[in-house]
T-cell receptor, first 117, second 114 residues
């Protein structure tokens, strides 16, 4: 049981290049999330997916697109990378966005460090 | 916009001492959660306290919640060097039914010296 996995672990891009960050979870969770973390800041929500086939914008969606490929996988795409997108990106999952109980917590992947030059 | 704000931003203590971190938030919540992040790693959930609870314990962790003051505190007793990490509070806001998205604070960086 790997939990939440992310690839790649580290990436360097030039301004204007595109890339896709991959995330997968093996816990059969319905909800998945993409966050970015900048120095001295907490996590800010980019996009989330409450269930397979649905995605919604979070706090900072500009410059990003997402795809919920299936229940396991949720990818984040940067179409034209900018230096302001240099950050550490975390994927997380949760059993059900509206479920109240012990499974209200989110499970995080190890992160992808992205540097845009 | 950040919902939670932790205080202090950084805390340095000796092994065996207690560490207290505080979190303030702005809006009505369903629950408040604390997460730990070791350097270069993802976040790990520590404890959740609901809006109708005032105190909760888990091992060496004690969390309190004061909804009238919109604040929470995390106490780590008898700290160990392995507790060195950043600690984040996260609020599950009450949108009048809609819930599930967490808003994270900026974190408290705890350093426990052997």
């Amino acid at each position: 049981n790997a939990g939440v996995t992310q690839t790649p672990k580290f990436q360097v891009l030039k301004t204007g290049q595109s890339m896709t960050l991959q995330c997968a979870q093996d816990m059969n969770h319905n909800s998945m999330y993409w966050y970015r973390q900048d120095p001295g800041m907490g996590l800010r929500l980019i996009y989330y997916s409450a269930s397979e086939g649905t995605t919604d914008k979070g706090e900072v969606p500009n410059g990003y697109n997402v795809s919920r490929l299936n229940k396991r996988e949720f990818s984040l795409r940067l179409e034209s990378a900018a230096p302001s997108q240099t950050s550490v990106y975390f994927c997380a999952s949760r059993q059900d966005r509206l479920f109240q109980g012990p499974q209200e917590t989110q499970y995080f992947g190890p992160g992808t460090r992205l540097l845009v030059l | 916009s950040q919902q939670g704000e932790e205080d202090p931003q950084a805390l340095s203590i000796q092994e065996g001492e207690n560490a207290t971190m505080n979190c303030s938030y702005k809006t009505s919540i369903n629950n408040l959660q604390w997460y730990r992040q070791n350097s270069g790693r993802g976040l790990v959930h520590l404890i959740l306290i609901r809006s109708n609870e005032r105190e909760k314990h888990s091992g060496r962790l004690r969390v309190t919640l004061d909804t009238s003051k919109k604040s929470s505190s995390l106490l780590i007793t008898a700290s160990r060097a392995a507790d060195t990490a950043s600690y984040f509070c996260a609020t599950d806001r009450n949108y009048g039914g809609s819930q599930g998205n967490l808003i994270f604070g900026k974190g408290t960086k705890l350093s426990v010296k052997p």
